[in-house]
């Protein structure tokens, strides 16, 4: 059996859970979905009644100095405020005892009145919310509850109609439909996470390690292991197979025994064959241990996906929380304020992660992470009690030196622990811990938002960071030997200004990837999430759309990094997708609609996932006389900081076109000028590689 034999059988395995966790949650999806809408029309009405009730109260409290049912004054402001504050309601009328409509607030449904008066003719009903049903009226269900003036022995004086906006009740059965949907695909992401940490990585690892072990034996490699430390089923295996291997080795001390005893004529024809048999099938002898500690590097997946998942669940509503903060700052407009604490926090990152890295090294990675993962929480906790928009700035710095110390720290506790040959390996569980706590995070945080509030959202997110810190605990750690060279040092100042001179790596850095991190930014952000809760929704559904963005990341990029490492023309990925960006940002001049915000969602993640992938190895591509000169730590260290630059840039950019113009003009503007950078790219490398061939 080879490895990808049973690599296939894992993953079938795997699909059987999933099949099974997804036909469990599709039913308790199904089921809560008819429950609440059985109970929504009914809890509305209730409520509409309880509200009718209160507006009956106010009325009767006015004629109880003496005013006429008739000539009451501010009754329709009165409603106004009512449905201003619950935005169900689309019409409250007040009749007189004929089903004349007296006063109202809102837009009446066709054919009301008849149904006033049929109701004016009607026997009253009870006054007990239980009691009263709707009528479904042109888009509208409407409540009628009858007036009794105390004044006049209670007497019936008139009607109090109320329309419950039908479109209203269907759009909350969406909003619900969306959030179950957005669950059942968290719930999918977040049971393969926790599967692949239980047991993914280590069942595969364990297999691989038995089949090596299965290999060898085939070929005639008798040679043991010196310890075999799995204590599962796949190591109790290996253990017979060792015991299995002791004995013969046994088996052939004996029959060296044995020819020891015999005489020379005889010894001198059977010890030859005796001595090609152990070297034929290596008895005897130990086998080393694989390059790259499988065990150990799979365990930085989690915690370092539980912390992420921390941060991202503030994505979708930070722009708004700081809304609410939101004081006045002289010569900055409201729409740049907004965008400082997002732009800080990129920027910390981006400035600090080549000192915290040189840092983790000397303090040690588990200790680095720990520190990190400790100032986080207690960003998270502050950020969550904060009183202005002065101390957000501060709590929000001290989460992003957290979130950059364990960025850096987990990266090189990975690099500590895999060679040359399995780097890959060891980066795919880094990324892709970020990508899926991308996916998790901002629907998350965004339902959260919605439910509990803002600042009990940053509490979760205090809770789930100091979980992360109980994972961290139980990795070990292991200081960086001294001869290994850490990988994206900081350059020095003289060679980043050569850098900054040089004609390559400036095309690839300010035209395509700070270009590129500044719609990201830009728009994900901040002009994504500002705009749809601008339109009348809700932080969810910026959450939901963040998390669409992260699916097709999590879905092409894989796709897009196979096909460029067999491509030589990595650039008209790069190309492509800061083009398809951009023009995601044009869709809003065609339509200010949701369904333009949402294709500007799907080309951003479309583009992203282009140009993510091919970005760095053009790097080395591009700049083999920068590589050769400075060293690869510097060249990709000067980079991989103007990168993070453009992170920092995006939503700042973003704010003082939205001071300037209005949220269509700030898409558009961002989006052209992408689409142009995406173009100079592509000439820009074509002429490069022209003058590099007439060189050659």
């Known amino acids: 059996m080879s490895l990808l034999d049973l690599k296939r059988f894992y993953w079938q395995v795997t699909a059987i859970i999933m099949t099974a966790m997804i036909l469990a949650l599709a039913g308790i999806s199904y089921f809560t979905q008819d429950a609440f809408e059985r109970m929504l029309l009914p809890e509305l009405e209730r409520k509409a009644g309880t509200v009718g009730l209160s507006a009956a109260s106010l009325m009767n409290k006015a004629m109880g100095f003496g005013i006429s049912y008739t000539t009451l004054y501010g009754v329709a402001e009165s409603f106004s405020e009512i449905r201003r504050q619950n935005p169900e309601l689309a019409f409250i009328g007040a009749t007189d005892r004929g089903g004349k409509l007296l006063f109202e607030s809102g837009n009446r449904a066709p054919n009301i009145e008849a149904h006033m008066l049929a109701t004016a003719r009607a026997p009253a009903q009870q006054q007990n919310p239980g009691d009263w049903t709707t009528v479904l009226i ?13 004044s006049e022995n209670n007497e019936r004086i008139g009607d109090l109609h109320i329309g419950i906006s039908q479109s209203h009740v269907q759009n909350m059965m969406h909003e619900v439909m969306l959030d179950i949907a957005v669950v059942l695909c968290v719930a999918i992401f977040f049971t393969l996470e926790v599967l692949r940490f239980a047991a993914g990585n280590r069942l595969e690892s364990s297999l691989a390690m038995l089949t090596e072990m299965l290999a060898r034996l085939a070929g005639r490699d008798f040679r043991r292991i010196p310890v075999i430390s799995l204590n599962d089923e796949i190591g109790h295996v290996m253990q017979r197979c060792d015991a299995l291997l002791a004995t013969i080795e046994q088996r ?90 997002i732009a800080l926090f990129m920027l910390i990152v981006a400035i600090g992660q080549p000192y915290l890295g040189a840092w983790s090294e000397r303090a040690g990675r588990r200790n680095a992470m ?8 207690g960003g998270f906790l502050a950020t969550a009690f904060a009183g202005s928009l002065y101390d957000l700035l501060l709590w929000r710095s001290i989460c992003a030196l957290g979130y950059a110390t364990v960025f850096v720290a987990a990266q090189g506790y990975i690099l500590d622990r895999v060679d040359e040959s399995s780097r890959t390996e060891g980066f795919a569980l880094f990324v892709g ?31 789930i960071a100091a979980l992360s810190l109980l994972v961290i605990l139980r990795l070990p750690d292991r200081r960086r030997d001294a001869h290994e060279e850490a990988e994206d040092r900081m350059p020095s100042f003289s060679d980043f200004l050569r850098l900054m001179t040089n004609s390559r790596f400036m095309l690839l850095t300010a035209v395509a990837a700070i270009p590129a991190k500044v719609i990201l930014t ?61 023009i995601g940002g044009l869709l ?57 630059l453009g992170n920092a840039l995006g939503p700042i950019l973003a704010g003082l076109l939205l001071v300037r113009y209005d949220y269509i003009g700030a898409f558009a503007i961002i989006g052209a000028g992408v689409l ?8 820009g490398v074509l002429s490069t590689r022209r003058n590099q061939a007439v060189t050659v």
């Open 588 to 644: 809003t001049v065609i339509s200010g609609s949701f369904a333009a915000i949402f294709g500007v969602v799907i080309l951003l993640g479309l583009g992203q996932a282009l140009s993510i992938a091919p970005q760095g190895a053009l790097v080395g591509e591009l700049c083999k006389d920068e590589v050769a000169r400075f060293g690869s730590g510097p060249v990709y260290g000067a980079y991989r900081m103007l990168e993070r």
């Open 370 to 377: 720990l520190a990190g993962a400790t100032l986080s929480v």
């Open 252 to 341: 052939h001390d004996q029959l060296r025994a044995m020819l020891n005893g015999l005489d020379a004529e005889t010894r001198g024809t059977l010890e030859p064959k005796l001595n090609g048999l152990r070297a034929r099938y290596q008895l005897g002898q130990a086998i080393t241990v694989p390059a790259i500690e499988r065990g150990v590097l799979s365990d930085i997946r989690a915690p370092f996906f539980v912390f992420i998942l921390a941060e991202e669940m503030t994505r979708s509503f930070l722009p708004a929380y700081i809304m609410d903060l939101l004081v006045p700052i002289q010569g900055l407009s409201p729409q740049v304020v907004i965008g400082l604490p």
């Open 138 to 150: 042109g888009g509208q269900y409407v409540l009628s509850i009858p007036l009794r003036s105390i």
């Open 522 to 582: 830009g728009f994900g952000f901040y002009l994504v999430p500002l705009y749809i809760v601008s339109i009348g929704s809700t932080p969810a559904m910026a959450g939901r759309m963040l998390m669409i963005y992260a699916v097709l990341m999590v879905l092409i990029v894989p796709v897009v990094a196979r096909y460029a490492n067999r491509q030589t023309r990595r650039e008209y990925l790069v190309a492509a997708g800061l083009c398809l960006s951009g």
């Open 676 to 683: 142009v950078c995406g173009l100079i790219f592509a000439a």
């Open 433 to 463: 811990a970020i990508m899926v706590a991308t996916i998790c995070g901002p629907s998350i945080g965004g339902l959260l938002a919605d439910n509990m509030g803002f600042r009990a959202a940053f509490l979760v997110s205090a809770v």
